[in-house]
Protein backbone atom coordinates (compact mmCIF):
# COMPACT_ATOMS: atom_id res chain seq x y z
CA UNK A 1 0.00 0.00 0.00
CA UNK A 2 2.50 2.95 -0.70
CA UNK A 3 0.38 4.65 -2.90
CA UNK A 4 -2.22 5.02 0.24
CA UNK A 5 0.75 5.65 2.21
CA UNK A 6 1.97 8.67 -0.33
CA UNK A 7 -1.46 9.70 -0.81
CA UNK A 8 -2.08 10.35 3.13
CA UNK A 9 1.46 12.21 3.66
CA UNK A 10 0.55 14.35 0.36
CA UNK A 11 -2.94 15.35 1.96
CA UNK A 12 -1.66 16.18 5.56
CA UNK A 13 1.42 18.40 4.18
CA UNK A 14 -1.98 19.88 2.11
CA UNK A 15 -3.60 20.25 5.40
CA UNK A 16 -0.37 22.17 7.09
CA UNK A 17 -0.02 24.25 4.21
CA UNK A 18 -3.31 25.26 4.49
CA UNK A 19 -3.21 25.96 7.99
CA UNK A 20 0.32 28.15 6.99
CA UNK A 21 -1.59 30.37 4.66
CA UNK A 22 -4.45 30.79 6.82
CA UNK A 23 -2.97 31.84 9.75
CA UNK A 24 0.68 31.76 9.93
CA UNK A 25 1.67 35.41 8.45
CA UNK A 26 -0.67 37.17 11.14
CA UNK A 27 0.99 38.56 13.72
CA UNK A 28 -0.06 37.12 17.42
CA UNK A 29 -2.24 37.68 19.00
CA UNK A 30 -4.41 38.26 15.64
CA UNK A 31 -3.32 35.01 14.72
CA UNK A 32 -4.83 33.05 17.65
CA UNK A 33 -8.58 34.72 16.71
CA UNK A 34 -7.80 32.63 13.02
CA UNK A 35 -7.77 29.55 15.27
CA UNK A 36 -10.94 27.74 13.59
CA UNK A 37 -9.31 27.25 10.01
CA UNK A 38 -6.31 25.39 11.94
CA UNK A 39 -8.95 23.68 14.03
CA UNK A 40 -10.81 22.73 11.13
CA UNK A 41 -8.05 21.43 9.00
CA UNK A 42 -6.92 19.56 11.68
CA UNK A 43 -10.30 18.05 12.18
CA UNK A 44 -10.41 16.79 8.34
CA UNK A 45 -6.91 15.38 8.59
CA UNK A 46 -8.20 13.49 10.88
CA UNK A 47 -10.89 12.17 8.88
CA UNK A 48 -8.90 12.15 5.87
CA UNK A 49 -5.69 11.08 6.53
CA UNK A 50 -6.91 8.68 9.42
CA UNK A 51 -4.94 7.75 12.82
CA UNK A 52 -2.35 10.20 13.19
CA UNK A 53 -3.24 12.55 10.74
CA UNK A 54 -3.55 15.87 12.69
CA UNK A 55 -0.81 15.04 14.63
CA UNK A 56 1.47 14.24 10.96
CA UNK A 57 -0.28 17.77 10.31
CA UNK A 58 0.36 19.99 12.99
CA UNK A 59 4.21 19.14 13.30
CA UNK A 60 4.56 19.89 9.66
CA UNK A 61 2.46 23.00 9.62
CA UNK A 62 4.43 24.01 13.34
CA UNK A 63 8.09 23.47 10.81
CA UNK A 64 6.48 25.58 8.02
CA UNK A 65 5.15 28.26 10.36
CA UNK A 66 8.75 28.47 12.46
CA UNK A 67 10.06 29.59 9.08
CA UNK A 68 7.51 32.39 9.02
CA UNK A 69 7.85 33.61 12.62
CA UNK A 70 11.28 32.84 13.39
CA UNK A 71 11.31 34.51 16.75
CA UNK A 72 8.40 32.28 17.97
CA UNK A 73 10.73 29.27 17.19
CA UNK A 74 10.00 26.85 18.98
CA UNK A 75 6.79 28.05 20.64
CA UNK A 76 4.64 27.63 17.33
CA UNK A 77 5.97 24.31 16.95
CA UNK A 78 5.91 22.83 19.82
CA UNK A 79 2.28 24.16 20.18
CA UNK A 80 0.62 23.05 16.36
CA UNK A 81 2.13 19.49 17.18
CA UNK A 82 0.18 19.42 20.37
CA UNK A 83 -2.97 20.97 19.00
CA UNK A 84 -2.60 18.19 16.45
CA UNK A 85 -1.91 15.50 19.20
CA UNK A 86 -4.80 16.63 20.87
CA UNK A 87 -7.36 16.53 17.95
CA UNK A 88 -5.75 13.03 17.36
CA UNK A 89 -6.54 11.93 20.92
CA UNK A 90 -9.80 13.76 21.98
CA UNK A 91 -11.16 12.66 18.83
CA UNK A 92 -9.89 8.77 19.04
CA UNK A 93 -11.10 9.04 22.83
CA UNK A 94 -14.66 10.24 21.83
CA UNK A 95 -14.88 7.76 18.55
CA UNK A 96 -15.43 11.01 16.67
CA UNK A 97 -15.45 8.53 13.45
CA UNK A 98 -16.67 5.36 13.36
CA UNK A 99 -16.49 3.33 10.37
CA UNK A 100 -16.59 6.02 7.23
CA UNK A 101 -18.90 8.18 9.25
CA UNK A 102 -17.93 11.08 11.15
CA UNK A 103 -20.05 11.22 14.47
CA UNK A 104 -20.52 15.13 14.52
CA UNK A 105 -21.62 15.88 17.83
CA UNK A 106 -18.80 13.55 19.06
CA UNK A 107 -16.19 15.53 16.41
CA UNK A 108 -17.35 18.77 17.72
CA UNK A 109 -17.36 18.20 21.21
CA UNK A 110 -13.40 16.61 20.70
CA UNK A 111 -12.30 19.65 18.38
CA UNK A 112 -13.88 22.27 21.03
CA UNK A 113 -12.39 20.80 23.43
CA UNK A 114 -8.88 20.40 21.77
CA UNK A 115 -9.07 24.13 20.71
CA UNK A 116 -10.15 25.49 24.11
CA UNK A 117 -7.32 23.54 25.94
CA UNK A 118 -4.73 24.60 23.47
CA UNK A 119 -5.69 27.99 22.86
CA UNK A 120 -5.42 28.98 26.59
CA UNK A 121 -2.39 26.80 26.71
CA UNK A 122 -0.61 29.06 23.92
CA UNK A 123 -2.09 32.16 25.27
CA UNK A 124 -0.64 31.85 28.47
CA UNK A 125 2.43 30.68 27.32
CA UNK A 126 2.89 33.90 25.13
CA UNK A 127 1.05 36.14 27.41
CA UNK A 128 2.09 35.24 30.85
CA UNK A 129 4.86 33.16 30.80
CA UNK A 130 7.47 34.88 27.73
CA UNK A 131 5.44 38.12 27.28
CA UNK A 132 5.68 37.58 23.85
CA UNK A 133 2.34 39.25 23.72
CA UNK A 134 0.07 41.47 25.90
CA UNK A 135 -1.31 39.99 29.07
CA UNK A 136 -4.48 41.49 29.63
CA UNK A 137 -7.66 40.37 30.83
CA UNK A 138 -10.25 41.14 28.36
CA UNK A 139 -8.09 39.74 25.57
CA UNK A 140 -7.57 37.23 27.83
CA UNK A 141 -11.15 36.13 28.21
CA UNK A 142 -11.78 37.14 24.21
CA UNK A 143 -9.68 34.41 22.91
CA UNK A 144 -10.42 31.75 25.07
CA UNK A 145 -13.90 32.19 24.30
CA UNK A 146 -13.34 32.46 20.87
CA UNK A 147 -11.04 29.96 20.99
CA UNK A 148 -14.22 27.56 21.99
CA UNK A 149 -16.57 28.71 19.37
CA UNK A 150 -14.04 28.56 16.85
CA UNK A 151 -13.53 24.78 18.10
CA UNK A 152 -17.07 23.80 17.49
CA UNK A 153 -17.83 25.88 14.68
CA UNK A 154 -14.62 23.80 13.23
CA UNK A 155 -15.69 20.29 14.46
CA UNK A 156 -19.34 21.26 12.51
CA UNK A 157 -17.62 21.91 9.39
CA UNK A 158 -15.32 19.42 9.35
CA UNK A 159 -17.74 17.07 9.97
CA UNK A 160 -20.54 18.37 7.68
CA UNK A 161 -18.05 18.18 5.06
CA UNK A 162 -16.80 15.11 5.31
CA UNK A 163 -20.25 13.40 5.69
CA UNK A 164 -21.81 15.19 2.79
CA UNK A 165 -18.71 15.30 0.54
CA UNK A 166 -15.72 13.66 1.44
CA UNK A 167 -16.22 9.86 2.44
CA UNK A 168 -17.23 8.70 -0.52
CA UNK A 169 -13.79 9.76 -2.50
CA UNK A 170 -12.12 8.42 0.99
Partial sequence: ?????????????????????????????????????????LALSFLVVGRGGATFTGVVAGVLITFVKLSFFPLDLV???????????????????????????RLVAAVTLSTGAVGFTAYYVAAVLTSLVPNEAVLDATVLVFGVVS?????????????KYLKSRF
Fill in 151 to 163: GAVAGFAAARLWN
Fill in 79 to 105: LASLFGLAIDLTCTAFKAKQGNEAMTK
Fill in 1 to 41: MPGNRNRRVALGGLFAVLILFSNGFVPAPNSDFLIVFEAFF
